[in-house]
């Protein structure tokens, strides 16, 4: 389904990823994992358009989206949970979700996708009049999935969408993602939190300072030495 080879993009003069090439193929839930400044971020801009790549190639279902403006994207089946939510905080939740639907092509199913996300999430229908800025963590991580869930997705971009969490919402945080999984949604998600995250997902690939270090199967990286050591204190 999504397809990068030898992407390179960066900051101006700062190059934050190096020759990245991986694959995300329809159904799988995939992780990329790495420590802090590692490019897991940028990845998810360069894939969603917010920031160019300088090299390489990016396909959608076989669809350069490299030359493609960030709503262009959104319309081939990408939406992308953003670091820190990025919700419209002196907005209702349903006005958030309404936002998810901005493109002409997904107003008419605005009501459908809306019953949607309330089905999987009926904490936000009860807060569905409820400012989003005023939410646990936990909810606003909930009305930000709903968001992206709201153009109806191909592959759901999420990054590091635990962070900044108490422990107790974290745990409920990966359990939307289970919860997605059950949708059949094919999911892209970039995490800290690596034990968890490698419980959720199929695959993994291991970013370090910009390029890919690692990847496998999630079981794999678990029983792996190396990322027990690097990044579960073992």
């Given at each position: 389904m999504l397809t990068l080879r030898h992407v390179n993009a960066g900051y101006g003069d700062f190059q934050a990823l190096?020759?990245?090439?991986?694959?995300?193929?329809?159904?799988?839930a995939v992780a990329v994992i790495g420590p802090n400044g590692a490019g897991k971020s940028t990845l998810m801009r360069v894939i969603s358009g917010l920031i160019p790549a300088v090299a390489g190639s990016i396909e959608m279902?076989?669809?350069?989206?490299?030359?493609?403006?960030?709503?262009?994207?959104?319309?081939?089946?990408v939406a992308h949970v953003p670091e820190n939510r990025r919700l419209f905080p002196r907005m209702s939740v349903e006005d958030n979700l309404r936002m998810g639907c901005y493109l002409p092509k997904f107003r008419a199913r605005?009501?459908?996708r809306k019953r949607f996300v309330?089905?999987?999430?009926?904490?936000?229908?009860e807060r569905r009049d409820q400012l989003a800025g005023t939410l646990s963590g936990g909810e606003q991580q909930m009305c930000a999935i709903g968001r992206a869930l709201m153009s109806d997705?191909?592959?759901?971009?999420?990054?590091?969408?635990?962070?900044?969490?108490?422990?107790?919402?974290?745990?409920?945080?990966?359990?939307?993602?289970?919860?997605?999984r059950a949708e059949g949604l094919t999911v892209l998600i970039v995490e800290?939190?690596?034990?968890?995250?490698?419980?959720?997902?199929?695959?993994?690939?291991?970013?370090?300072s910009g390029s890919l270090h690692m990847e496998g199967t999630a079981d794999e990286l678990l029983q792996s030495p190396e990322i027990q050591k690097s990044f579960m204190g073992m």
């Open positions: 190096f020759d990245v090439s991986l694959d995300v193929n329809a159904g799988e279902e076989g669809t350069s989206v490299l030359d493609a403006p960030p709503y262009e994207i959104v319309g081939m089946g605005f009501e459908e309330y089905e999987l999430f009926p904490r936000m229908q997705p191909k592959i759901l971009l999420m990054d590091e969408p635990s962070a900044g969490l108490a422990p107790v919402i974290v745990q409920q945080v990966f359990e939307l993602i289970d919860r997605i800290q939190n690596v034990k968890q995250v490698l419980r959720v997902v199929d695959r993994a690939y291991v970013l370090e």
